[in-house]
């Protein structure tokens, strides 16, 4: 086993030192892992793709495991096809291998970080779809137990951004080693949300192909977030709150062009972004960490040098300062790794 530090492990580029760091490529290599640490007494930290976290500066003093496995198998089942796929694959390849073969179900969670077994962790969403839509199963070791077990869709819990996992008394307890997805062959491109359809309307696309919505959703997130690679970020650093129909209709007559989508059960999901850029800290920063001038919804590490502090207290100021103006409380989308409080799983 060899050591790292998280600062190298993460698209933030934060974090302090790990003693021990293994990759582990099928389930025998994450069942001696598992061992080593138990025979020694060391805690665990089940690292994806890093891009979901925020990891304090202080060493950690245990075992990081990374499921590296990436193949694939796939079962035709009429105009389903079933696809289970190794953890370790990153989940933008898997998106680009579905649209090649005209699967229809995930072209709208192009280019979104990460890698397969995280993204039903956090359940991952974007431009009307999420990850539970295709979504039938995975597979994980129970770190605890010792053992391997399946979840079905019903036994992940999942709810918006949320899943099993992401519970306090659930994180970390799982090494996710392959998830099945259940897509449809030749089935038409899912087109929700306005501003794909604006970008696909300008596009002069009336009938799109599922490459051509993937291309959307690709040009549209390169103009709205920062690529990882060049400057750290965890994508969405905020979730879009939910509030009620009345809090909405208070907040309409101040804020006429607030941006909020009705749920249809008496709730509406607000732009996180919209409330953070209107309350005027788009492009501002705090030490060495920033809130992106792309979009608001996103903290930045600009010059690769902040500390995992400097991030968490600058979240800390937007949040105080969103609930003052807004009378929202806002919650994270990424979780903390390391923090006194260690409050992961809010």
């Known amino acids: ?67 590296v496995g990436s193949k694939y198998r796939v079962s035709n089942i009429g105009l389903r096809v079933l696809i289970t796929v190794e953890a370790g694959m990153n989940w933008d390849d898997l998106v680009d291998w579905a649209v090649e073969n005209n699967l229809q179900g995930m072209e709208c969670l192009s280019g979104i970080p990460g890698t397969v077994g995280a993204a039903p962790i956090q359940n991952i969403g974007a431009y009307g779809q999420e990850l539970k839509d295709v979504f039938v199963k995975l597979t994980a070791y129970d770190i605890d137990q010792g053992k391997f077990v399946k979840f079905d869709k019903e036994k992940c819990e999942f709810s918006y951004r949320e899943s099993i996992f992401k519970k306090k008394e659930n994180w970390q307890k799982y090494v996710i080693v392959d998830v099945t997805f259940n897509l449809i062959k030749n089935g038409k491109p899912e087109i929700k949300y306005d501003s794909l359809k604006e970008y696909l309307k300008l596009q002069n696309s009336k009938t799109p192909k599922l490459q051509e919505v993937r291309n959307a959703v690709l040009a549209i997130r390169a103009s709205k977030f920062e690529n990882p690679k060049d400057v750290g970020n965890a994508g969405s650093f905020f979730k879009n709150p939910i509030i009620k129909k009345s809090h909405v209709e208070k907040l309409l007559k101040e804020y006429p062009d607030i941006s909020c989508r009705d749920n249809g059960d008496g709730t509406y999901k607000c732009s996180a972004g919209w409330l953070i850029e209107n309350a005027g800290w788009k492009g501002k920063t705090y030490k060495s960490a920033g809130v992106s001038p792309n979009h608001a919804l996103v903290l930045i590490n600009p010059k690769g040098d902040a500390r995992a502090s400097d991030i968490i207290e600058l979240s800390e100021k937007i949040t105080k300062d969103i609930y003052k103006k807004f009378g929202i409380k806002l919650k994270r989308e990424v979780q903390l790794v390391g923090f006194p409080e260690d409050d992961s799983a809010t």
């Open 1 to 67: 086993m060899g050591t790292k530090n998280f600062r190298d492990l993460t698209t933030f580029r934060v974090g302090g030192k790990i003693k021990y760091y293994k990759e582990a490529k099928n389930s025998k290599e994450v069942m001696a892992a598992v061992g080593f640490a138990k025979k020694n007494n060391l805690p665990i930290f089940v690292l994806g793709g890093g891009s979901d976290i925020l990891v304090s500066d202080k060493p950690f003093d245990g075992v990081v495991i990374k499921f």
